[in-house]
């Protein structure tokens, strides 16, 4: 199985609301990230998670909270967001510990009003 | 930390014709250099990648190059199809805390049948 499933596909959420994204993946890749995509622009990195544990935040808003809660599933907990965090959002992982291939996610279409 | 530039943003080419997308890295310690393709709406797909210690690598008819001295790597197509149309971004990889991809800014690929 080399695929990395992401619910749900689209996401529409008001500036009060709370909700959360999943990610899922069964390669056994024990490194997991999620990224922000804009329109027509690169993925954006925010978080690493490497064996389970934070390794990278790349200065992100904690109205954003990642969760790792085993090997399998990473989470990506929303609070208090802004119009401006309407995005595409990408899970992917890899192999930790050697450069390689990242796989992505389907990502979630992200809408805040 | 990594920069990498990319070029050109855009590419139309007629069916048939080759295309080029260049990219050049700052850091001297990326060592693995993927290339992905987007459709709209899609997730990223690794099409081709190569590693420092190699200077050419072929997949059919995409191709892909490293200069190490002068810091750019390339993306070559051949024989372009409609279905080439998408975005391609290239990427440095390098060590912070974890293997994380610097991702080019994109080139959009349009190939006219």
């Known amino acids: 199985d080399t695929e990395v499933t992401q619910t749900p596909k689209h996401l529409v959420m008001g500036m009060t609301n709370k909700k959360s994204l999943k990610c899922e993946q069964h390669?056994?890749?024990?490194?997991m990230y999620w990224y922000k995509q804009k329109a027509k622009k690169p993925p954006e990195l925010m978080f690493v998670y490497s064996y389970e544990k934070l390794s990278i935040n790349e200065s992100v808003p904690s109205r954003f909270s990642p969760e790792c809660p085993n090997s399998s599933l990473l989470n990506l907990h929303l609070h208090a967001l802004q119009p401006e965090d309407s995005a595409l959002y990408l899970c992917?992982?890899?192999?930790?510990?050697?450069?390689?291939?990242?796989?992505f996610g389907p990502g979630t279409r992200l809408t805040v009003t | 930390g990594e920069n990498v530039e990319q070029h050109p943003s855009t590419l139309s080419v007629q069916e048939g014709d080759s295309a080029v997308i260049k990219c050049t890295y700052s850091d001297s310690a990326s060592n693995y250099f993927p290339w992905y393709k987007q459709e709209l709406g899609k997730r990223p797909q690794l099409i081709i990648d190569?590693?420092?210690?190699?200077g050419e690598k072929k997949d059919q008819r995409i191709a892909v190059t490293l200069n190490k001295t002068a810091k750019h790597f390339s993306l070559h197509i051949t024989e372009t199809q409609p279905e080439d149309s998408a975005v391609y971004f290239c990427?440095?990889?390098?060590?912070?805390?974890?293997?994380?991809?610097?991702f080019g800014r994109g080139t959009s690929l349009i190939v006219h049948p």
């Open positions: 390669m056994g890749h024990r490194a």
């Open positions: 992917a992982s890899s192999e930790p510990g050697t450069a390689g291939e990242q796989y």
């Open positions: 190569i590693r420092s210690n190699v």
């Open positions: 990427a440095a990889t390098t060590w912070g805390g974890s293997y994380i991809p610097t």
